[in-house]
């Protein structure tokens, strides 16, 4: 069992980044990722936030893309606090670090202001709700990764799970990724995404499929090979 | 049931106290006590991080004993990073606040540089013990009270289940094995199950895919009219 990649995308507060740094440590994570940080890095105000849990700040890596920024991963949660219209799994967070999960995977977090975009949740292969009161759900970003880093920390303290075989290895979601951008161009020129303002929605659709089944590689090669045939480009 | 009265002793940061705040908020905890602030109440910088949980941070009551903070609580944890050598029970935060309690209870924060005094903690019934890794211990004040909180709020909730949040209606499996179907003769057309004697499990991947997704109704339609558009027969 691996601890997942912590990627904050589009963080506002240097307070924050420094504080999820150190609750990261706190429960043995160390691995920070940034996806267009709204200041510069590194930034002052998160090292100082960071209390001296160097080993995650001063490592941390900076994208300016989102997609980059999970590509290596084979499984990612998507953490929201609202409810979002999606055909995904929604897993509270003692759940969510209790699955198989494959060796790399990551949560992505929200910026402070807004959360995820539907588009990036739509990437993501399930859902983290943290539960909260209806009266007041507004969880400060480095609060809600230090709970989802403590849920981790805690699983460790149990016993060992038994995990489930594939035969073949999971796919990045770089590789799912490139698949569905293939998937995309081939329905694109064959014409289906009409009528245009309906796009967007059907794409999301297509991507959530594809993303909650988990594919494995070979399954990949499998869909990319059935793309082309279909498109009589083989 | 009641949630646990929160109190902060010699709190030193606003910051800090008003991120506690918000976090009992999150949570549906509402009595906040502040025993000793180092700086003047009320705390410009702790109303600002409390982002508008104003009734916790309007209603905090502030002490200067801690005696006095916890006098008419029944019960009451102390909550302590550091092993202490001291005859009283330790609970993790889950098994804490599981405890039969009494209806008036509270625990007990201690500084962000030192933590509570001996003299304090011996005054607890009980102490709660966040697991932190060996290596970084350092818990930030608001991130202890929000961990705990949580675990107030998680038990209200129990037990835990995911629910899949479903727009559509999910597909039969005769839905599903029509859209198999229809994939499969495409493919076959398209000359795709090459060579022949791969072809059983090159179905059977493909298969596995889509049963393992659990396709909506809307989903099925959405692949049927993909496979279609690809083969330009739409």
Same mark, same amino acid.
């Given at each position: 069992m691996t601890p997942p990649v912590i990627i904050l995308v589009r963080p506002q507060l240097g307070e924050n980044i420094g504080l999820a740094a150190r609750a990261m440590a706190n429960f043995g994570l160390s691995e920070l990722r940034l996806s267009? #940080?709204?200041? %510069?890095? #590194?930034n002052p105000s998160a090292i100082l936030a960071s209390a001296s849990a160097s080993q995650v700040i001063n490592k941390a890596q900076v994208y300016y893309d989102t997609d980059a920024s999970m590509a290596d991963l084979h499984y990612v949660f998507a953490a929201t606090v609202r409810p979002r219209r999606m055909e995904k799994s929604v897993f509270i967070p003692s759940e969510a670090v209790g699955q198989t999960l494959p060796e790399r995977w990551g949560i992505l977090f929200g910026p402070?202001? +807004?959360?995820?975009s539907n588009e990036e949740i739509s990437k993501a292969n399930a859902l983290i709700h943290i539960p909260t009161s209806p009266l007041f759900g507004s969880l400060n970003l480095s609060h809600a990764v230090a709970i989802c880093c403590y849920e981790w920390g805690r699983l460790l303290s149990l016993p060992p799970h038994s995990c489930k075989n594939r035969s073949s290895e999971e796919a990045s979601k770089l590789d799912v990724s490139l698949l569905l951008d293939h998937l995309e161009q081939a329905l694109e020129e064959s014409g !289906? !995404? %009409? #009528? +245009?303002?309906?796009k967007e929605k059907m794409v999301w659709n297509l991507r959530s499929v594809f993303q909650r089944a988990r594919l494995t590689q070979q399954e990949v090669r499998t869909l990319r090979g059935a793309v082309r045939a279909l498109k009589g480009t083989s």
């Open positions: 267009c #940080p709204r200041d %510069l890095w #590194p402070e202001n +807004a959360g995820l !289906f !995404f %009409l #009528p +245009a303002h309906k």
